[in-house]
């Protein structure tokens, strides 16, 4: 398996509260990626780095900020959760932009 | 706006009963299509990447086949330790990003 971890694995909290999740690779790729995983929706992109204090959105940002500041660490911070944003959240890694190796997940729940 | 559907969404065989996984695509220019297997609670593991019509990938009892328009995943007489979640997702030129198919749902039974 690919370096990836991701902390905490499985978090509950409560509405309005900010919650960062944590990525860490030991592959020392440059891309890094966070997704959710919803029923009906599959995987879909939130934030990504192609570098260090490099970021861009994806398809579902709103509500979510990230920052990278080493390249082995890439953190997601929800600034107020809501249960809408009850998910399994993947940080994923690449090398080359090609194919992406998964993270073990992290199971968030917003009451 | 690139998008990907997998069909069927659940497939159910019996062991030994070969069949076949399909993604459909349009992209703006292909620069890859890859193949995930997810097993419950957790991350996609990678398979394959194809990057042109006509490639072939195999891997054990699963083959990866590319046209302009589809992949499919062919599996030959599947186990029960097949049984997973499928995704396909692809990548457009000039592109960092996938993006993902939904999955099919396999369920191998002895």
């Known amino acids: 398996d690919a370096g990836i971890t991701q902390s905490p694995r499985h978090k509950v909290t409560e509405t309005g509260t900010p919650v960062t999740l944590r990525c860490h690779q030991t592959?020392?790729?440059?891309?890094m990626y966070w997704y959710r995983q919803d029923p009906g929706h599959g995987l879909r992109l939130i934030h990504y780095?192609?570098?260090?204090?490099?970021?861009d959105k994806g398809e579902v940002s709103d509500g979510y900020s990230v920052s990278r500041s080493k390249t082995e660490d890439f953190l997601l911070t929800l600034e107020s959760a809501t249960s809408s944003q009850t998910s399994v959240y993947f940080c994923?890694?690449?090398?080359?932009?090609?194919?992406?190796?998964f993270g073990p997940g992290t199971r968030l729940t917003v009451l | 706006e690139d998008q990907v559907t997998q069909s069927p969404e659940a497939l159910r065989l019996q062991e030994g009963e070969s069949s076949s996984l399909n993604c459909s695509y349009t992209?703006?220019?292909?620069?890859?299509l890859f193949w995930y297997r997810q097993d419950p609670g957790k991350g996609p593991e990678f398979l394959f990447t194809?990057?042109?019509a006509g490639e072939e990938k195999e891997k054990e009892r699963l083959k990866a086949t590319l046209t302009k328009k589809e992949s499919f995943l062919h599996i030959t007489a599947p186990k029960p330790e097949d049984s997973a979640t499928y995704l396909c997702?692809?990548?457009?030129?000039?592109?960092?990003?996938?993006?993902f198919g939904k999955g099919t749902m396999l369920l191998v039974s002895p």
């Open positions: 994923a890694i690449s090398q080359n932009y090609n194919e992406q190796f």
């Open positions: 997702a692809v990548q457009a030129a000039e592109d960092s990003t996938l993006t």
């Open positions: 780095s192609y570098g260090v204090k490099d970021t």
């Open positions: 194809l990057y042109s």
């Open positions: 592959e020392n790729h440059r891309y």
């Open positions: 992209v703006s220019g292909l620069r890859g």
